[in-house]
């Protein structure tokens, strides 16, 4: 899948798009990954939607930012490893000095700028995204009546709070079931340790924190929350429970890859080295796991086994975005406007083909008029 000796052309066209979309990625993950499928398996025809729904199956299968480590995923297969670096870094870079400087303003002013109005109008949006690239996805990874099962039985178990590891485990043992075939063993993670250590501030420790926080992290960004409260708050005592809240709720509030909430960590801690100590450490280890991962696939793929695991864990793995779209539709879809402009953007999605850029400045224009009539 990776493209040998890749042009200076092959990798601007790279960075524009992940720079893009790290600007106007808000949303989450499954928001990151529709948008990502709109423009380079429908705009630019870059992957197929087999091809891209193999790249969400793997990264499921691997530790880091599911986005982020999708977006590594196009750029190696766009342009080899020299893809995967630039699209990575382009990807996490906007967010990564947004939260920065909205870093440096919250210890300037001791809070969070509100920013409500803005993501009152682009939450729709992002919904309607969101489902148009499941439609398309589903009709690609959900060929057989036990896939389509698969995929409701991970939606449903999901939203009843059941892990999205164990769903994914489940539906790859499932599929190589009903293929009779000889159960994978498990392949283990190892995990680096936590770095013992008194209430003295360390850069160093705080950058292997986060790298080991990077190399384990599964799950939603939430899960986030967890780690970063047992080690700087509950363990080092670096962090209050109300920094580590604002943390979080930043890195909501703002596009890309929720993991930039280290950014806003790091300078809290150590000012703009520390944001770029913290940054570094919860990022690296995903190239590392793209790199590695990343020419397996094919090799999946071929394989009638382990490619019937693969097609179980893409059906999991996009029931698993149904249940966070369901989610994210209750929070953003709160009264009839925005009822009103999910279903516009949807339809300028499916009818018109609207790039997802400007749908997401349609809504933020929507958002602030509405702020303002309201005013």
Not at 25 to 39: D, K, L, N, Q, S
Not at 223 to 250: E, N
Not at 299 to 328: E, F, H, K, P
Request: proline content about 5%.
């Amino acid at each position: 899948m990776s493209a040998p000796g890749p042009t200076g052309g092959e990798l601007r066209a790279l960075a524009r798009l992940f720079l893009t979309l790290g600007i106007i990625g808000f949303g989450g993950p499954a928001a990151h990954i529709a948008m990502m499928r709109e423009e380079v398996v429908r705009r630019r025809g870059w992957l197929s939607d087999q091809q891209f729904v193999d790249l969400i199956g793997a990264t499921n299968l691997i530790p880091g930012p599911n986005s982020t480590e999708m977006a590594m995923h196009v750029g190696s297969v766009r342009a080899g490893f020299p893809g995967l670096v630039v699209a990575g870094l382009s990807f996490i870079a906007p967010s990564a000095v947004l939260v920065g400087l909205l870093a440096a303003l919250y210890v300037r002013h001791g809070t969070t700028p509100e920013a409500a109005w803005v993501l009152y109008g682009i939450k729709p949006v992002i919904i309607a995204i969101v489902l148009q690239a499941l439609w398309g996805l589903g009709r690609s990874a959900l060929r057989t009546l036990p896939q389509a099962a698969t995929a409701v039985a991970a939606c449903v178990l999901y939203l009843t709070g059941v892990n999205e590891l164990l769903l994914l485990a489940a539906a790859g043992i499932v599929a190589l079931i009903l293929l009779r075939a000889t159960l994978l063993p498990g392949l283990a993670l190892l995990a680096l340790p936590a770095v013992a250590g008194g209430a003295t501030f360390s850069a160093l420790r705080m950058f292997l924190l986060f790298l080991k926080t990077g190399a384990v992290l599964y799950g939603s960004g939430y899960v986030l929350l967890a780690f970063l409260r047992g080690d700087f708050v509950a363990r080092l005592g670096w962090l209050t429970d109300q920094q580590l809240l604002d943390a979080v709720a930043i890195g909501q509030l703002t596009p890309g890859p929720v993991l930039t909430t280290a950014t806003f960590v790091g300078y809290l801690l150590a000012g703009i080295p520390g944001a770029a100590l913290a940054t570094a450490g919860i990022f690296l280890p995903g190239f590392v796991f793209v790199a590695v991962s990343h020419p397996v696939i094919p090799r999946l793929r071929r394989s009638r086994t382990a490619g019937a695991l693969l097609d179980g864990i893409n059906a999991a793995s996009l029931g698993l975005m149904a249940g966070v779209t369901l989610q994210l539709g209750r929070a953003a879809l709160v009264d009839p406007w925005t009822a009103l402009l999910a279903m516009i953007a949807l339809v300028l999605l499916v009818r018109i083909k609207v790039n997802s850029v400007w749908l997401v400045a349609l809504g933020a224009a929507a958002g602030l008029l509405v702020h303002l009539l309201r005013g």
